[in-house]
């Protein structure tokens, strides 16, 4: 096998809970397959009393696979998430990850595919 970097991507879905103070008790990641994604985007529970306790959050994971040799590891993993809607109502993904390097266009073709 040859050496070098190779990338992955996948969507996620992650699912916060919040306690009663809006503090964050849990955060389980689904990686997800575009119809469950799509299934869940946006998706926000409540208690009976209207507090916020549950919310999926969909994001990108960017990983970055160090190859030498046969051996593989993983270098670096970074997160886009989707946080705002545009115009149109339509989620979208910011422009980078968290670490600056560009999300490739065809993410944001997907994304605003499923909606």
Not at 63 to 87: F, L, M, N, P, Q
Not at 100 to 106: A, C, L, T
Request: aromatic residues 12%; negative net charge.
């Amino acid at each position: 096998m040859k050496k070098g970097l190779r990338v992955q991507y996948e969507w996620c879905l992650e699912v916060t809970t919040i306690d009663d103070d809006g503090e964050v008790l849990e955060r389980e990641p689904m990686h997800s397959d575009k119809v469950m994604l799509q299934d869940n985007l946006g998706e926000v529970y409540f208690e009976e009393d209207g507090t916020q306790k549950m919310t999926d959050e969909l994001c990108l994971i960017r990983d970055v696979w160090c190859v030498d040799w046969a051996d593989y590891w993983d270098e670096t993993r970074t997160w886009a998430y989707v946080e705002s809607k545009d115009e149109n109502g339509k989620w979208i993904l910011p422009e980078h990850f968290d670490d600056g390097v560009k999300v490739p266009k065809r993410f944001h073709n997907e994304l605003f595919k499923i909606q």
